[in-house]
């Protein structure tokens, strides 16, 4: 079944230290997404990625870094400089065509100690 | 600045009857408009979708209203049923950009 994989669901890491969540879509999609979201806030995009070895930074993408080595996959690292980098993180992705929107993956939360 | 407003964070309506999402929006250029719907721990899903020429979508329980001069739409649900009970996005697509626009979300809770 095609879909998009985010890994792990769960993940601890202690302050100042830099920590790498996965994504990695098998529907060929071109496009994809990293959103952050806080109790109580809406999806705001971090990166986002229209094709391989291209990515533009989102609203908020200070304290984060990605990239787009192969198509199929999107990891995206929270650095040490992320002020406030607890919270859920979910990645998307899209053919391009406005129609289908975009599809996401189940998230990972994030918590940082 | 937000593009993409849902002004109600939070809805709570009894089973079996109407709950009515909604979505206001700044830019004219959005030319088409998604509901999502999102439990908990969870990726939001896709639930319903409208393009800028038209005014209304419907699919079985859903139906989704957009009123361009008033740059506003709306998610109605009837009837309501407890299943129903989570975050709603809607999302707008800005026309040469490939990329969505989110809202903030409204809870519904739907109470049996």
């Known amino acids: 079944d095609g879909g998009i994989t985010q890994s792990p669901k769960y993940l601890f890491r202690k302050e100042g230290q830099n920590v790498t969540l996965s994504c990695e879509q098998n529907?060929?999609?071109?496009?994809m997404y990293w959103y952050r979201q806080d109790p109580g806030q809406g999806l705001r995009l971090i990166y986002y990625s229209q094709i391989v070895n291209d990515f533009q930074k989102g609203d908020i993408a200070e304290g984060y870094s990605v990239s787009r080595e192969k198509k199929e996959s999107f990891p995206l690292t929270v650095t040490s400089a992320q002020k406030n980098p607890t919270a859920f993180y979910l990645c998307?992705?899209?053919?391009?065509?406005?129609?289908?929107?975009?599809?996401f993956g189940s998230g990972t939360r994030l918590t940082v100690v | 600045d937000q593009q993409v407003k849902q002004n109600s964070p939070s809805l709570s309506v009894q089973e079996g009857r109407i709950s009515i999402l909604n979505c206001d929006y700044t830019?004219?250029?959005?030319?088409?408009f998604l509901w999502y719907k999102k439990y908990p721990a969870e990726g939001p899903t896709f639930l319903i979708s409208?393009?800028?020429?038209?005014d209304k979508n419907e699919d079985g329980r859903f139906t989704v209203f957009l009123n361009k001069s008033a740059k506003h739409l709306s998610l109605h649900i009837v009837p309501s049923q407890p299943g129903d009970s989570a975050v709603y996005f809607c999302a707008a697509h800005q026309h040469n950009f490939n990329k969505f626009y989110f809202g903030s979300g409204t809870k519904l809770n739907v109470k049996p």
């Open positions: 998307a992705s899209s053919t391009g065509d406005r129609h289908y929107g975009y599809t």
């Open positions: 409208i393009s800028s020429i038209k």
């Open positions: 830019n004219s250029m959005f030319d088409y």
């Open positions: 529907l060929n999609h071109d496009a």
